[in-house]
């Protein structure tokens, strides 16, 4: 079964930067689309971004798009999330996932973006 670990949460103010790693047990997850979901309290997880398997290519949410940026490393077994100008809004609980056969997530990671 493929454990994914989330880190890098934390608290920052608006317009600050936050950079997550999400860290898989196998390194069969380089044949595997990664992505990131987040939730916020009362609210419905909700897509963030993805990366394909190649790392080519990647999708964002119109909320995040031009802000975040997602990449992998195969040599680590890691897939991070760049945030930038964050605000309020981004606060929530982020997910790393990882789709294949069936879906894997991981405990998740707190982000709180302050005024």
């Known amino acids: 079964q493929v454990q994914l670990v989330e880190s890098g949460g934390g608290l920052v103010q608006t317009g600050g930067s936050l950079r997550l790693s999400c860290a898989a047990s196998?390194?069969?997850?380089?044949?595997?689309?990664m992505g990131w979901f987040r939730q916020a309290p009362g609210k419905e997880r909700e897509f963030v971004t993805a990366?394909?398997?190649?790392?080519?290519?990647?999708y964002y949410a119109d909320s995040v798009k031009g802000r975040f940026t997602i990449s992998r490393d195969y040599a680590k077994n890691t897939t991070s999330l760049q945030m930038n100008s964050l605000k309020p809004e981004d606060t929530a609980v982020y997910y790393c996932?990882?789709?294949?056969?069936?879906?894997?997530w991981g405990q998740g990671t707190q982000v709180t973006v302050s005024s």
């Open positions: 196998e390194r069969t997850v380089s044949t595997y689309t």
């Open positions: 996932k990882a789709a294949t056969s069936r879906d894997y």
């Open positions: 990366i394909s398997r190649s790392g080519i290519s990647t």
